[in-house]
């Protein structure tokens, strides 16, 4: 059997709003195995991407607990999980996030310089061969289409081989060919390198190319 690479126990995270609380997540239990391809999906202001913050350690939760690959990070100083996240995990948006004045190259090229990877030239070429962009190395993002400049982003996201992927609404902002090459390049990634991707999104569509869909509703998990 294999591991629950992501596992959650209890979780909530609540905010105020004025002077009222808003309870995003009110005890989700989740368990996702490794090289399992997980949609998570439900209405806008649900906690789906609460939930995907909470595990890319960008937020920490009010209470509960988090582990990944068997590690409390809800413990984590911040630093540490600064760290943790560098390494380990990948994201991916629905705003590609690239940086306008550096080519598609030298996009997935950064991570990697920060993480003081050897061969990254080599590698990112690699990783735009993968995604289909291996003739598009020097373009600047305002060069490129919108779906070929998510690909981009999921070659940087893989820059240093991340254990996770987290997708948050990767084709909300493509049309439907584009959103259907992204969703096939996933199932690639997911097939054939055993990624772990987790997944929000609202089409029905595209959450049934995953293994299995989470629903969330009101903060919490749709029996």
């Not at 080519?103 to 735009?128: C, D, G, H, V």
């Not at 990634?189 to 772990?196: A, D, F, I, S, V």
């Amino acid at each position: 059997m294999e591991m629950d690479i992501i596992k959650t126990g209890n979780l909530k995270k609540s905010y105020m709003l004025g002077k009222v609380e808003v309870k995003a997540l009110n005890g989700v239990d989740v368990s996702i195995q490794k090289g399992e391809f997980v949609a998570i999906m439900g209405p806008s202001g649900c906690g789906k991407s609460t939930f995907l913050n909470m595990v890319g350690m960008l937020d920490i939760p009010t209470s509960g607990e988090i582990y990944v690959e068997g590690n409390d990070v809800t413990g984590m100083s911040s630093n540490k999980r600064a760290e943790y996240r560098l390494r380990h995990i990948g994201f991916i948006f629905q705003f590609f996030n690239l940086f306008n004045e550096l080519t598609a190259i030298e996009n997935i090229m950064f991570p990697m310089m920060l993480n003081r990877m050897p061969n990254y030239r080599k590698n990112a070429q690699e990783l735009l061969n993968l995604v289909g962009l291996g003739d598009r190395i020097h373009h600047l993002p305002s060069e490129l289409s919108g779906g070929q400049q998510q690909r981009v982003t999921i070659a940087r996201s893989l820059a240093n081989s991340p254990k996770i992927l987290l997708a948050d609404e990767p084709t909300g902002n493509l049309d439907t060919k584009s959103s259907k090459e992204i969703i096939e390049l996933f199932r690639k990634l997911n097939l054939e390198r055993g990624q772990t991707i987790v997944m929000v999104t609202h089409s029905q569509e595209i959450g049934e190319k995953a293994d299995r869909i989470i629903h969330f509703r009101d903060g919490i998990i749709e029996k």
